[in-house]
């Protein structure tokens, strides 16, 4: 319990940090944050508006008050370039990252845990070597690159998968959740379902790569530690069966430490959706990002980030929560 | 460690001697081949002028008449909508990757290793302040950290290094933090303090140079996932402004292109990024092994 509040507390703080940081980026770093927060085609007049509105020549300790004071209200400023709320366009834009990331991090999960434990069972061996080669190529290819490339193959050339956005033009139905695989599920049409599968799979395996190499090497490296136990080496005496030793024994033991690749996919996850909606069209936070960097738009380049990090922050605290419970001795260090 | 180090010395059979780190990376032919693949890109990178007939273009320079030509003798990897040669811009954008790579990564290390040697070395009320400044800044997505930044600095070569070295200072910060925590207790420390040796002569001159090996290995390792961030910022313009050569402009240049068959200009630039980053990150891993009792020579 008391583990539980002192997690709770520096999450607080570190939030309070994240805002600090992020302010200070918008505020001081620029050497005109006025002329930035207008976008780079804004007359003197426009600028001076600018100015005027969020108050940029009172003191930096007012601002950041006023700063503050906003983010509390849930006020995340407007874009220059739409006018629009930037709080309401972030909610829009989020299921359709949080579906890509969601099905990328179960992909890579899926896939990454049992070649880990292949490597790590076959340490030194030709499988193994195979395996962490794979893994270092899966984390070493750009990944608005091999997006243009499975695009150009499956979508350009072999026609099998489109190209890119959502949902296809002809198809659509009710959006109660933006979960698009929930959405089509409830619609009740495996042809809609059909649709959204296909659109998500080549961003998904895109998105997945980086992951499963990361996940690849910290299962592989968690379960060469394990294996090394005395337990281990008892439940082979024993003449278990080797299946049942790698996949029920040790496993369990090394999947604990393990939890915390679930917090670094989603980072990543996130980080590259913005490059990976980018290629595929895919209308969510990434390439809501993407279109502002393009436009220099400013308040929306600094409020999403911002957002994307709290996210980030709480998914983090979250994990830190479910391994203390899973595993008493990090609550008690 | 220093208190090592005359004993090397005194063994003196050099850096091939078998069972040193140099020797067992020497046994992996992965290593080998990925440090190879690194040598050529370096010099690529420092002789381009030389090794190309079309070095202007390399720097920028178009030449309209002959644009969108595919793979050819005169053009090995074709030309790009300016009509500049690819193999020219590859070996120039070699000189940016390469330099933004190094950079950032010797920026980060000397501002981690400033704030978390001080951290670990004065304790108290000093490291806690540095340490949660440093779990702050890694609270960020790394990527998205290096977004703002770079979009509050503008878009240039330069911003880029600093953007980028902004979100990875706190892991160096961090190792360097536990190295020296152990080293403080370490008696010849305590001999330094005792004889009146002013603190910032302990940590400069033997506190810091006894921690830095750990961080080597790290710096070396990340230097993969640094030209893989470079080329994602300037993909989406966050990077070198043209005529600058950078393959992630390349890349995003060529992406429209390669769907309607022009494939070699986001092609070749994308290999050229995935080649150099690959053989950072098996360069990384081999050294990270041969540098760990536990796993070295496992290979």
């Known amino acids: ?333 | 460690m220093a208190e090592i180090k005359p004993a090397r010395r005194f063994m003196g059979t050099g850096m091939m001697r078998p069972g040193s780190s140099a020797w067992y990376y020497r046994r992996s032919w992965l290593g080998m081949a990925a440090a190879i693949v690194v040598l050529i890109f370096v010099l690529g990178a420092l002789f381009a002028p030389w090794l190309t007939p079309y070095a202007d273009q390399g720097r920028g320079v178009p030449d309209l008449p002959s644009r969108l030509q595919g793979p050819s003798w005169s053009h090995w990897m074709g030309t790009d909508d300016l009509g500049r040669d690819v193999l020219a811009r590859i070996l120039f954008g070699a000189r940016t990757a390469l330099l933004v790579a190094i950079g950032v990564v010797t920026l980060a290390v000397a501002v981690g290793v400033v704030i978390g040697a001080v951290a670990g070395y004065f304790g108290g009320w000093v490291d806690e302040v540095l340490m949660r400044l440093t779990d702050t800044f890694l609270a960020f997505p790394p990527l998205l950290l290096a977004v703002i930044v770079a979009a509050a600095l503008g878009a240039s070569l330069q911003n880029t290094i600093i953007a980028i070295a902004v979100s990875w200072w706190p892991w160096y910060a961090r190792q360097i933090r536990a190295q020296v925590l152990s080293l403080r207790e370490r008696p010849f420390v305590q001999a330094l303090q005792a004889i009146g040796v002013p603190s910032r002569t302990i940590l400069g001159r033997h506190v810091i140079p006894n921690a830095m090996s750990p961080v080597w290995v790290q710096a070396t390792a990340d230097l993969g996932a640094s030209v893989l961030i470079a080329a994602g910022l300037s993909f989406v313009g966050l990077g070198p402004r043209p005529p600058t050569a950078d393959w992630g402009v390349m890349i995003n240049d060529g992406r429209q292109l390669v769907l309607s068959g022009q494939w070699w200009i986001a092609g070749f630039a994308g290999a050229a990024i995935t080649l150099v980053a690959l053989a950072f990150n098996l360069i990384g891993d081999v050294v990270r092994d041969v540098t760990d009792p536990k796993t070295r020579g496992s290979e």
């Open chain 1, 1 to 333: 319990m008391r583990y539980v509040l002192r997690r709770l507390v520096t999450s607080v703080f570190v939030i309070l940090g994240v805002v600090t940081i992020t302010f200070a980026v918008s505020r001081v770093v620029p050497s005109d944050p006025a002329a930035l927060y207008a976008g780079p085609r804004a007359r003197p007049a426009q600028v001076e508006q600018v100015r005027q509105d969020l108050k940029l020549d009172d003191p930096l300790i007012s601002q950041y008050v006023n700063y503050l004071g906003d983010l509390s209200r849930g006020d995340l400023g407007v874009s220059f370039a739409t006018r629009r709320s930037i709080a309401s366009d972030l909610g829009s834009f989020l299921p359709a990252t949080l579906e890509l990331a969601l099905v990328a991090t179960a992909l890579s999960m899926i896939v990454g845990i049992p070649l880990g434990v292949i490597a790590a069972s076959r340490r030194g061996r030709r499988r193994d070597s195979i395996v962490r080669l794979g893994a270092v190529t899966s984390v070493s290819i750009p990944v608005f690159w091999s997006a243009l490339l499975l695009q150009l193959l499956f979508a350009s050339k072999l026609g099998w998968l489109p190209l890119s956005g959502r949902t296809s033009s002809s198809v659509s139905f009710a959006e109660p959740t933006g979960l698009l695989l929930v959405d089509s599920l409830l619609s009740g049409s495996l042809s809609n379902l059909w649709d959204v599968i296909t659109h998500l799979t080549l961003p998904v395996v895109v998105m997945a790569a980086y992951p499963l190499g990361l996940t690849i090497r910290l299962i592989r490296g968690s379960m060469i530690e394990v294996l090394a136990e005395p337990y281990i080496e008892a439940a082979r005496v024993a003449q278990i069966p080797e299946r049942t030793i790698l996949y029920r024994l040790a496993l369990k033991n090394a999947l604990a430490p393990a939890l915390t690749i679930l917090g670094l996919t989603f980072a990543y996850s996130i980080s590259s959706a913005f490059l990976v909606e980018a290629v595929f069209n895919w209308p969510g936070l990434g390439k809501y990002l993407t279109d502002a960097i393009v436009r220099v738009d400013f308040p929306v380049i600094t409020a999403a980030t911002l957002v994307i990090t709290v996210i980030y922050v709480l998914v983090n605290l979250g994990l830190d929560l479910l391994h203390a419970r899973l595993d008493p001795r990090v609550s008690q260090s």
